[in-house]
């Protein structure tokens, strides 16, 4: 069970101990926007491969949106959302899903679910935003959240020097192989 001071609890002072189940169907998620702090700490929690996310880094766009799926006042996931970090990529309408993350206790087939409702959310916050990015780490992931969600895979050339065309601190996946996905909107 959590306390009522866990990250993972949406209102600390309304928790009780048996505050519910967990869900068993995504259908049952209520997607929210959250605070940039509260996505931090959530993605902290559940990153395979980037748990650490600067707040810095991420507040200092022009479009920033991040979003928790919460059940029975529990967070199961959360996805955060900015501008492009490509440099080339920037001011051509684009949003870029910079971390995306779920509880391992979440409910099969949550991150498609997830996936489609920001997606939505994304639209109705910015209407001029055309197309939406977000990279795979090949050595960790498959995926397989990105063609469920009907997402197209665009072909990646690696620059000579690898993705750390800047400076970029250790916490920073390395990864040679990442594919970028998009969805058109």
């Known amino acids: ?35 940039l702090t509260r996505a931090i700490s959530l993605n902290e929690i559940w ?10 880094n991420m507040q200092r766009v022009r479009h ?3 979003f928790g799926a919460h059940f029975a006042n529990v967070f199961y996931a ?16 684009i949003l870029e899903l910079r971390r995306f993350a779920i ?5 099969p087939n949550t991150a498609t679910r997830i996936m489609r409702i920001m997606r939505m959310m994304i639209v109705n916050k910015f209407p001029h935003i055309k197309k939406l990015i977000s990279y795979q780490d090949c050595e960790v992931h498959l995926g397989t959240i990105y063609a469920a969600a009907g ?3 665009v072909s990646v050339t690696i620059p ?6 800047r400076k970029r601190d250790k916490s920073q996946a390395n ?6 996905w998009e969805y058109d909107l």
């Open 64 to 66: 920033l949106c991040c």
């Open 151 to 153: 997402w197209n895979p």
């Open 1 to 35: 069970m959590y306390s009522g001071d866990s990250t993972r609890v949406v209102h600390p002072l309304f928790h009780e101990e048996d505050d519910g189940s967990t869900p068993i169907s995504p259908l049952q998620l209520i997607v929210g926007e959250i605070s």
């Open 160 to 165: 000579k020097n690898g993705w750390n065309t």
């Open 78 to 93: 959360v996805g955060i959302w900015t501008d492009p970090i490509a440099r080339r990529l920037n001011g051509l309408d």
């Open 47 to 56: 990153h395979s491969r980037l748990p650490v996310a600067k707040k810095s």
């Open 103 to 107: 509880a391992s206790d979440a409910p």
């Open 175 to 180: 990864s040679k192989n990442k594919v970028r």
